[in-house]
């Protein structure tokens, strides 16, 4: 079992300064409610990381364009980002939303959330 993290933005090193600026410059209007619980404007954010680091859960992280690359099939349905899938016997199901993510307000309720779903699993 794996869980597949795709987040709502494009990777690179651009990509990642124009993020942490928007960020800064416009936190209202900043699309990826993965980034902003997961991450401050620069470093992992300290509840998060504990949570990932101590997890017997494997976890990988994608940024939306490496996730497409990767994923491009024309059986899968077509996601919003960011989303969290479960990947169990190499399916790919819905484990958090992008609505469900709009709903959260801290890495804690995230934390909280994940070990919810997991204990079904």
């Known amino acids: 079992m794996q869980l ?3 987040y709502n933005a494009n990777s690179g ?13 416009s936190p209202s209007t900043y699309d990826c409610k993965l980034c902003e619980l997961t991450f401050g404007t620069i470093t992992e954010r300290k509840i998060w990381k504990e ?39 190499n399916q790919l199901q819905l484990f958090i939303t992008t609505e469900e993510f709009e709903a959260l ?11 919810e779903r997991l204990s079904l699993y």
Do not use: C
Request: charged residues 25%.
């Open 51 to 89: 949570f990932r680091e101590r997890s017997a859960v494997d976890m990988r992280f994608l940024h939306k364009d490496e996730f497409n690359k990767e994923f491009r099939s024309k059986w899968l349905p077509k996601y919003s980002f960011p989303v969290v899938l479960i990947r169990n016997n």
């Open 4 to 6: 597949l993290f795709v």
């Open 13 to 25: 090193a651009a990509n990642a300064v124009l993020d942490s600026m928007h960020k800064i410059l």
């Open 105 to 115: 307000n801290s890495p804690q309720a995230l934390v909280n959330l994940i070990q």
